[in-house]
């Protein structure tokens, strides 16, 4: 149970933490990797629940799946701020 009662505390200190970031700039860039970091943490919330073969195997899935997600995110932020330096439309605001 303390896992459990740890983990809920530590997500609710990683959410602080976003919104602040959030709220110094909303176009921070960061996004991908404050996804990385919540999912290292559940990675950890796995090794003390099951220990390192169920954690390692999470953050092999973790990187096959989100490894694609990040490379997409970084490609549509550089089209997008291309466009808008050449006078295009920003999508995102």
């Known amino acids: 149970m303390?896992?459990?009662?740890?983990?809920?505390a530590i997500g609710v200190a990683y959410a602080w933490l976003v919104y602040f970031l959030r709220e110094q700039d909303p176009d921070h860039g960061l996004t991908p990797w404050l996804v990385v970091v919540g999912d290292g943490l559940i990675v950890v919330g796995m090794y003390w629940l099951?220990?390192?073969e169920v954690a390692v195997q999470l953050v092999v899935l973790l990187a096959?799946?989100?490894?694609?997600q990040?490379?997409?995110?970084?490609v549509a932020r550089i089209r997008q701020r291309?466009?808008?330096s050449q006078g295009g439309l920003r999508l995102d605001g």
Not at 70 to 74: L, P, T
């Open 2 to 8: 303390d896992v459990y009662v740890t983990m809920a």
């Open 50 to 52: 099951y220990g390192a």
């Open 64 to 68: 096959l799946a989100g490894a694609p």
């Open 70 to 74: 990040i490379v997409g995110y970084y």
């Open 82 to 84: 291309k466009g808008a």
